[in-house]
């Protein structure tokens, strides 16, 4: 009887997918070092990382040490930390809410931070007297914040607890609030270029990225990740829902607090600086599920490195493919994320 | 484990779903939660196993109160298995069996446990280790709950109407199972000739009160079925067993009056 049946399907071992992933993130990250407006060989490359980690003293040119080291590094390594954190929080929202449409802006706090890059690009709304890039930076993330606090006290309930679908509709409810102000001041500002910025900000850019930035993003994605490791066998429990995970002895009002806002406020900081780059949290943990299986201990780390990867490649593509020109980051990561999706998904219709 | 309920109560939004509820289980022993639909057997079997507090009252697991445990601690002594258990994850049987071990694991799992084997040993799934969940037929997938049930390794075992779904032979291999076990086991199920013949002792609710308690000679009387069911039944002796045998005659009309 059980050999007429499709048996489970074959998985490939999670320690040979971070193997292989960790090698195609450092063979990612040479790439986008590599390529640009200017190309440089792999050698200048490699020279350039050497002398800087003082692993040597090669002789190197100031304009390529420029170029490699302030320019296109940062960029890499913001690229690889905001993928990480887009990806690990997709799986995490995913399995929190047991919906496989959640992505990392469920909660609405990119719909709010385009709120606030709006009120600085068009309306040049200015915050304690901090301009330019800063401002727009500083304004996204407020604006982020305020929409999850606004989710949040939609969704609450009376004795605190913060149930999934509650806050999935708040998020969808504050989002529509937030893009009816968005689309209302783009189309009613005077500015001709305003949908033109305003488009580009919410696709993503990691051209502005400088030194700063890039470490500020990489500590709050190594804590993001790390952090939420410690919930790999919580987020298992959660497989047949909430009384089941509450039978197994997991606090689940108080893991989803954690995991929801914080989460959020991670994602918060990453739009923030980048704007809010789409389909890699959505589309990364769905592959790595469907290739590794859902065990969070794997599907977590695997779904860090796989966004890594995937926004490493995106934008490395995005300020390459069209010379002289940057396209948004966000096109990217849709244009390869949706047909290797579209794929892994036929090959599991295509056993059931 | 012998668990004490003592004049529990549980309310939502002021409508009183159970109250003045009394029962104790000894150790070893199977019991039948037994009610119409609505009669807050689910309820019951949710306050027993910790996940709401009572809004009055107490359950015991020996000295301990329930509700005053820690989530983990719970989870080591007392097992639920649901009526419905559903996940679209492509989750493996030996996956979900190991998920039972979650309260007794640290935060990243731990080595594999001897008691993952043991429980699907004795749920009898031992051959269905590689499969999917999602390949599963009812009695498959109720049996693999039992061995994730078992993997907790508790003191109680609390199921809820475990045999719904199942045909006759699955719904009594299921039950001898259980009853071989010999863990104190409380079961809400709707079929009373199963109850009849697999329970140690029954408890029967109505509109969230108990109308009756103790061995199943004492509380399957034709009276009871009058009263809880509105059904007219005969209930004597069986021939071989001895335990009650029911025959009905059909309802009173007390059902929609």
Known sequence: MSTARPVAAVRAPVPVGLAVLVVVLVLSMGLGLRVGSVSAPWETVFEVVARRLRLGSPDVTVIDDQIIWQLRMPRVLAAAAVGAALGIVGAVLQSLTRNDLADPYLLGVSAGATVGAVSVIVLGVSIAGVVGTAALTLAAFVGALAALAMVLVLAVGRSGALPPSRAVLAGIIVSQICAAFTSFVVLKSGQQDAPRRVLSWTLGSFGGVRWGHAVLLLVVATVAVVAVLFFSRHLDAFAFGDTAARSLGVPTERVRWALLVGTALVVATMVAFTGAIGFVGLVVPHIIRLIFGPGHLGLLPLSALGGACLMVLSDTLARSVMPGQEIPVGVITAAIGAPVFALLLRRDAARS | ?257
């Open chain 2, 1 to 257: 484990m012998r668990i004490a309920v003592e004049n529990v109560a549980w309310s939502v939004r002021d409508v009183t779903i159970i109250e003045k509820i009394d029962a104790l289980f000894e150790p070893g022993s199977f019991t039948g939660l037994l009610g119409p639909n609505g009669s807050g057997k689910t309820t019951l079997l949710n306050v027993i196993a910790g996940l709401r507090k009572p809004t009055y009252g107490t359950v015991r697991a020996d000295a301990q109160v329930v509700h005053t445990l820690s989530g983990r601690d719970r989870a080591r002594r007392i097992a639920l298995v649901e009526q419905h258990a559903h996940t679209g994850l492509e989750l493996r049987v030996r996956e979900v069996v190991e998920l039972g071990r979650v309260p007794h694991q640290g935060m990243f799992g731990g080595s594999q446990h001897a008691s993952v084997a043991d429980a699907m040993k004795l749920a009898r799934i031992e051959h269905l280790a590689g499969r999917s969940w999602q390949t599963l037929s009812g009695g498959e997938r109720q049996r693999t709950q039992l061995a994730r049930a078992l993997a907790q390794q508790p003191s109680l075992l609390l199921l809820d109407e475990p045999t719904n779904h199942l045909d006759l032979g699955h719904q009594l291999d299921f039950l001898e199972t259980v009853r071989g076990l010999g863990v104190t086991t409380v079961a809400a199920l709707h079929d009373l000739e199963l109850a009849a013949a697999y329970c140690d002792r029954l408890v029967v609710l109505k509109a969230g009160r108990i109308v009756s308690s103790g061995t199943v000679d004492e509380v399957l009387t034709a009276d009871l079925l009058d009263e809880v069911y509105g059904v007219r039944a005969t209930v004597t002796p069986h021939p071989s067993t001895g335990r009650p045998h029911l025959t009905w005659h059909g309802t009173t009309g007390a059902l929609h009056a």
